[in-house]
C-alpha cells in the first residue's frame, strides 16, 4: 500500500493507530481519505498481530465530517434519492 495522504499509520505490538492529519480542516474527510482507509484497514485485517485498531486525529478535531468542497458539495449536486 501507498503511503497514505491524509493519515498517519502506526502498528504497535498487538495495535494498530490511526491518526487524521489534517487539523486545518479539523481532519474532514475526502474521497480520496476513505479509498486510503478501506484499503489500510484490508490490510490490517489480514495481520495476525494486529487484535485492535484506535483511530484518532491531530488538533482540536477528531474528524468533522466529509470534507464540504470535496464530498458534500458533489452530493448536493447529484440526484438525491429515497430508500
Do not use: K, W
Amino acid at each position: 500500500m501507498r503511503t497514505p495522504s491524509s493519515f498517519r499509520n502506526e502498528t504497535r505490538e498487538h495495535e494498530g493507530l490511526i491518526t487524521f492529519t489534517r487539523p486545518d480542516t479539523l481532519n474532514s474527510l475526502t474521497f480520496e481519505a476513505y479509498r486510503e482507509l478501506a484499503a489500510l484497514l484490508a490490510d490490517l485485517e489480514q495481520e495476525p498481530s494486529v487484535r485492535a485498531v484506535g483511530i484518532t486525529g491531530e488538533g482540536r478535531g477528531f474528524c468533522s465530517e466529509g470534507e464540504h468542497h470535496e464530498i458534500i458539495a458533489q452530493l448536493l449536486r447529484g440526484p438525491l434519492s429515497t430508500p
